[in-house]
């Protein structure tokens, strides 16, 4: 795709354009951002709970805020983060965590967390 079809597409889904951006970042937004507003959390509980999830790219407690993207959707459903805010933009102050460029890699979509149907009683 070329630059100006990849902002169209962007811009198309809400979804922010950085200025100066690449082709390369601009396709890295387009496969793996969701939506235009972005997550802003902070852990609950320390993310060594959950090694096999992405919410130990989380070292700290601070808020942070995370794009809209499998990657978010896996760290909040993981419960182990509090839910701040939706927003499209990050405030000032706080830091963003973007999808790294091995995620699909690291966390396959088949190895997304599945929510167990057990009600916590014995038959």
Not at 16 to 39: F, I, S
Not at 65 to 71: A, I, K, N, T, Y
């Amino acid at each position: 795709m070329s630059k100006t079809s990849l902002v169209r597409e962007l811009k198309k889904r809400g979804i922010p354009v950085p200025e100066g951006a690449k082709v390369a970042d601009l396709e890295h937004r387009l496969e793996h951002w969701l939506g235009p507003k972005g997550w802003l959390l902070r852990l609950a509980k320390p993310s060594s709970r959950m090694p096999q999830n992405p919410v130990t790219l989380i070292d700290h407690r601070e808020a942070i805020w995370l794009p809209d993207s499998r990657m978010a959707r896996m760290i909040v459903d993981s419960k182990l983060v509090f839910v701040l805010d939706r927003c499209a933009e990050p405030p000032n102050d706080v830091p963003t965590l973007d999808v790294p460029k091995d995620f699909n890699t690291r966390w396959p979509e088949e190895q997304a967390p599945i929510e167990s149907e057990w009600d916590g009683e014995e038959e």
